[in-house]
């Protein structure tokens, strides 16, 4: 059941963003001149629309009636059993519409448009996940769509580029730099600038310029808010560790969201360690104090994978979706206060944690969230079998099938 305060969005339940749209030293505004009256309009237009009850039924609405709200929470009995440690509950985004929590997102930013009175909706992805939503959400709302996607990711994610186009996107070619997803977030925001006035950018994690990561956060909060009642009403009682995997950040604040409170639960985010540290291979921002360290990039203030005179660093998972070189500013805010704790999950275990899931419980997960799996994997032998591990499983693994076949050389 639906309670009308699981699909409220909750603002201002913490002191972070501060009016500038800074988590301590990170987050802020780092973008072209032009764009500062855009950024200052989509603040306003949010916060108003939080504020308005029929904002949020409309939003509720949808959330119940299309997206398949709330997901279920379920007990992985037989990897309990097999962990032999903590009780562990799966927080079951796999099963909203299209297959992951993206949509949440989407659909939120997709309204807000509309109610702004833009028709046209603009958006970057890397591996696809983000164009599929933002295309669902234009095509549910009757809003023309346009995807930047770097030419190198259009070659290897076939399906997704096709489910845009049947979904009536149009999906735009990115041929500069290494024509993947950092690329494609340089070509949507240039023809932000040049369109502002009747252009949406909807971004696809809790990153960018504010109020980008604070409107992500809220959005994505659902999964929390409703996983937090769910626990209650059917467990009893709340989780010792809510775990979740952070590309740029989006599926893991939204659980948090409503826990950091609770002082006593740890949050946990997994970012991928690729194939280790210590080969370069890898978007583990928090972990390589070598490469990782603050910085900006794509108008945000973050940590941020770096050589020595700060360019960008190339990054490498088996997960598209945590193949990035920042992370939301919000989770470098939380790991400095010592409030979410983050760790990783090289390639290797993240396959391995894929396989167990699958043969353990019947479920197939996103590789991303197969990173959290992981990290459950060694956590859970290690707690009391009364302890409890709340795990986001972001989404399905349809989507890493082809991956997952070459990699294990089928
Ligand atoms: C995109 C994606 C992620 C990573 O994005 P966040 O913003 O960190 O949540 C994780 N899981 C799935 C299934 C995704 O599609």
């Known amino acids: 059941m639906t309670t009308k305060q699981d699909t409220f969005i909750h603002t201002g339940t913490t002191n972070v963003p501060d009016e500038r749209g800074y988590y ?30 029929a904002f949020q039924g409309r939003l509720a609405d949808l959330q119940a009636t299309y997206t398949g709200r709330p997901t279920p929470i379920t007990f992985a009995q037989r990897l309990t059993d097999y962990l032999g440690g903590a009780r562990i509950y799966l927080k079951r985004e796999d099963l909203a519409h299209t297959g992951a929590h993206k949509i949440n997102n989407a659909l939120g930013q997709a309204l807000l448009a ?32 346009h995807v930047y996607m770097g030419s190198v990711d259009i070659a290897r994610q076939r399906p997704n580029v096709f489910r845009m186009k049947l979904l009536g996107t149009e999906v735009i070619p990115v041929d500069s730099g290494s024509r993947t ?5 340089n070509e949507a925001i240039r023809d932000w600038v040049t369109n502002v006035n009747t252009t949406y950018y909807l971004l696809g994690s809790a990153l960018g310029p504010h109020p980008y990561p604070e409107m992500v956060r809220d959005f994505q909060s659902v999964i929390g808010t409703e996983a937090r009642r769910q626990m209650l009403e059917q467990v009893g009682q709340l989780p010792d560790s809510c775990i ?32 280790g540290i210590a080969s370069g291979q890898h978007a583990a921002r928090f972990a390589d104090p070598g490469i990782g360290r603050p910085g900006v990039l794509h108008g ?48 290797e275990e993240a396959l391995d944690a894929f396989d167990k899931l699958s043969r353990l419980e019947g479920i197939i997960p996103a590789l991303e969230s197969a990173h959290a799996i992981a990290e459950v994997i060694k956590r859970a032998p290690h707690m009391p079998k009364d302890a409890i ?13 082809d991956t997952v076949m070459q990699e294990l050389g089928e």
Do not use: W
């Not at 072209?32 to 989509?42: F, Q, R, V, Y």
């Not at 599929?132 to 769509?145: D, F, H, K, Y």
């Not at 591990?389 to 099938?401: A, Q, T």
């Open 24 to 53: 301590g030293e990170y987050g802020g505004r780092f973008v072209p001149e032009t764009l500062m009256p855009a950024l200052d309009e989509l603040t306003e237009a949010y916060h108003d629309a939080m504020h308005d009850p």
């Open 114 to 145: 509309q109610r702004m009175g833009k028709r046209r909706i603009i958006a970057e992805t890397g591996a696809g996940q983000h164009g599929v939503a933002s295309a669902t959400a234009a095509a549910l709302l009757g809003l023309e769509c």
């Open 181 to 185: 997803l950092k690329d494609a977030i």
């Open 244 to 275: 979740a995997c952070v590309g740029g950040g989006s599926n893991a604040i939204g659980l948090f969201h409503a826990f950091r409170n609770d002082e006593t639960i740890d949050l946990i985010g997994v970012e991928a360690g690729g194939r």
């Open 300 to 347: 945000t203030r973050s940590f941020v994978l770096q050589d020595a005179d700060g360019q960008i660093m190339n990054t490498h998972s088996v997960s598209a979706g945590l193949d990035y070189a920042s992370v939301g500013p919000e989770h470098a805010y939380l790991r400095e206060m010592e409030r979410a704790f983050y760790t990783l999950a090289t390639d």
């Open 389 to 401: 591990i709340l795990v986001n499983l972001s989404g399905r693994g349809d989507k890493d099938l």
